[in-house]
């Protein structure tokens, strides 16, 4: 009579990618975020996946939880196996449907910087069907499905494929810029201000008008496009970022009254992930975004 034993059982995906998150995150809830579920969620997978295993992976503390010595020395393993995975799905995908392009984008970039441009590249590509997805910081391209990454960033990591340097300068609207002949006068003006460039005040100040003792006085908004709109609108004086308003300096909706832009630290960057299945026509859209005659 023929044995046939039983095949050991690979452990849940699902409880194996809770593991290798929050291994590499450094934490249960950071791996909920990325994998869009809940902390008490990834807990309990791993906590399955430890009972099957018979051995625990993680130490479980006031202050989070840390990786055992089996943990460790399991996780390379297990993220050059997810990134392969993640980067064979999304060959597949590109493969299955290589004129779609998903770009993940900064919302002040996409809003300002990508929209304006979206028309042309409609026009040059029509064949090329664009979706935008607006996140706050870069993704790790490893793990999902965008093609195309914009970014300020340092402009000094290889993985970018395209950068543009971007300045600093105030702007307004033109009746507000009247009362404006020197940069100490911003010191009784309302300005406006970006929550998450709240320092760009104080980089520009330190370079345009050293010595003074200048702490920018007005609304704060958690969006760019919002205080654009208001500088639009003459609610105050807006630290913009050049690129951002480009068109509204060119035709004269706002202005910048006074004649001290100063570099931004940052640069406009453009990113791909390597190896991708269909560089070419990602080329030709990001070509056709950076054409200089917009």
């Known amino acids: 009579m023929p044995v046939a034993p039983p ?12 593991f290798e998150s929050a291994a590499r995150l450094g934490g249960f809830a950071l791996a909920a975020a990325e ?6 969620a990834v807990a309990a997978q791993i906590k399955s996946l430890e009972e099957e295993l018979g051995a625990p992976l993680f130490v479980r503390g006031a202050r989070g939880v840390v990786l055992t010595p089996i943990g460790q020395r399991a996780l390379p393993g297990f993220v050059e196996v997810f990134d392969r995975l993640a980067t064979a799905v999304h060959e597949l995908r590109q493969d ?27 026009r040059t590509l029509p064949a090329v069907d664009v979706s935008v997805t607006a996140l706050e910081t870069p993704p790790n391209l490893k793990r999902v499905p965008f093609d195309i990454c914009l970014f300020y960033g340092d402009g000094r990591s290889g993985r970018h494929v395209w950068t543009e340097t971007d300045e600093l300068l105030p702007v307004c609207a033109p009746e507000t810029a009247e009362r404006l002949t020197h940069p100490r006068d911003l010191k ?10 709240a320092s760009d005040w104080s980089d520009w ?32 004086v807006l630290m913009a970022h050049r690129a951002l308003v480009e068109a509204h300096l060119r035709n004269g909706d706002l202005v910048a009254p006074f004649r001290q832009p100063v ?11 390597p190896g991708t299945a269909h560089p070419d026509i990602l080329e ?3 070509k056709t975004l950076t054409d200089k005659q917009l």
């Open 7 to 18: 095949i050991p059982r690979i452990p849940s995906l699902n409880a194996l990618r809770a």
């Open 35 to 40: 994998l869009g579920v809940t902390a008490g």
């Open 96 to 122: 299955a449907a290589p004129h779609k392009v998903h770009i993940a984008a900064l919302p002040a970039l996409a809003q300002l910087w990508l929209a304006p441009r979206l028309p042309l590249l409609r």
């Open 188 to 197: 009784s003006a309302v300005c406006l201000t970006d929550t998450a460039w």
């Open 205 to 236: 100040a330190a370079s345009a008008m050293p010595g003074e003792d200048f702490v920018p006085k007005g609304p704060a908004y958690s969006l760019y496009a919002v205080a654009v709109e208001e500088a639009l609108n003459g609610a105050g």
């Open 263 to 273: 570099p931004l630290s940052r640069k406009i960057c453009i990113w791909i992930q």
């Open 284 to 286: 030709r859209v990001i």
